[in-house]
């Protein structure tokens, strides 16, 4: 199992930027597609982005659809999720995932899709 750890977050005003890290411990990373989720207060854990386990293919919720960027450095064991012109509706915890299962063919949503989480990063951002 991949143990994922997570670095970036903080507070940052409204139409600024920021870099989310995703640290993960094993060589098996470059073998997962990996996603980013997050949570706000009072709501349930959603879907934001996600890569294919080549990084060819990515998938965005359409609210961060121009606005955010997700890539990953295999040899780094990294997976990265660039996030520009950002609006307080953003606000949550951040938090990435690997996918249950390696070399998957399609990019997934779905929560239960996952089978490894970091421990999240809190994003704030102010008005």
């Known amino acids: 199992q991949v143990q994922l750890v997570e670095s970036g977050g903080g507070l940052v005003q409204a139409g600024g930027s920021l870099r989310l890290s995703c640290a993960a411990s094993?060589?098996?990373?470059?073998?997962?597609?990996m996603g980013w989720f997050r949570q706000a207060p009072g709501k349930e854990r959603e879907f934001v982005a996600s890569?294919?386990?080549?990084?060819?293919?990515?998938d965005y919720t359409d609210s961060v659809k121009g606005r955010f960027t997700i890539s990953r450095d295999n040899a780094k064991n990294t997976v990265y999720l660039q996030m520009n012109s950002l609006k307080p509706e953003d606000t949550a915890v951040y938090y990435c995932?690997?996918?249950?299962?390696?070399?998957?063919?399609?990019?997934?949503?779905?929560?239960?899709?996952?089978?490894?989480w970091g421990p999240g990063t809190q994003v704030t951002v102010s008005s």
């Open positions: 890569i294919s386990w080549s990084g060819d293919s990515t």
């Open positions: 094993a060589r098996t990373f470059r073998s997962y597609a």
């Open positions: 995932a690997a996918d249950r299962r390696p070399y998957s063919h399609f990019l997934k949503e779905n929560l239960a899709d996952f089978g490894s």
